[in-house]
């Protein structure tokens, strides 16, 4: 990759030049999404184009050690999904997954203005690849995949008089490296079938302590456990500041 021109797409092009005021010289980090980040030096500036030459590239830069699919039942304020959404990029969550779930406020999202918030996100954050968008998926669908997750892998926050572990109890039996599911209902939490077909699939049912969180505070919450748990958190950011 080292000597290899890189080409901006417009979008990018007019925002490191015109927001961001990147002259010819400069040097910039570009991230491609698909777990690269490149060093590159401005050669060419301009809103139409602007072309740069890769210094230097990185893989997985700012990729968390484990694979998180973060699902959310979807609620009734579209704001607050999309506050879900980008604070879920942050925190490190590698897919995220609107359910459908029998209290779900709605059925839908906007795919389009998702997309745009995940990029700003992944950018911001400093992050190289960008987490997959699941379409809004039946729960009982949500339960049966993706393939790969191990047993014992699949976390559901509830609350019930039940003595259901901690979800940091229930991080104790996972590894780094390892792929994990964690599931939030929606503003009406999960109806009683639901946790049902989630335990009789083999899901851990897990309390987020005496508070009830909002469910976008649980889903936050619960992907911040997991980075501070599972993540490696040695990793040195001195390149990002
Ligand atoms: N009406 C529900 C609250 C739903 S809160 C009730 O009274 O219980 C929305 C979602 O956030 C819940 O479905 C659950 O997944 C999660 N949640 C909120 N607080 C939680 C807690 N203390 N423990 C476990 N899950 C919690």
Redesign the pocket.
Known sequence: MHGRRLVLPPGEARHATRALRHTQGDEIWVVDGEGRRHRVRLEQTGEEKTVGTILDTQNEAGEPPYQLALGL?LLKRRARYETFLEKAVELGATRLVPLRTR?AERDTLRADRAERLLRAALKQSGRSRLPRLDAPTPFPEALRGPEGTPPGHTL?????PAA?PS?TEALAGVSPGRRLRV????????SSDEVEAAEEAGATI??????????E???LAAAAAVMLALGDGSESQRDLI
């Not at 599931?183 to 999960?190: D, K, M, S, T, Y």
Request: hydrophobic share 40%; no cysteine; net charge positive.
């Open positions: 039942g209290h559901l926050a509830h609350r019930r259901d979800l599931l939030v209902g929606p503003e009406g939490g999960f897990v309390s987020l302590g005496p508070r009830r969180l909002r469910a505070t649980a889903a």
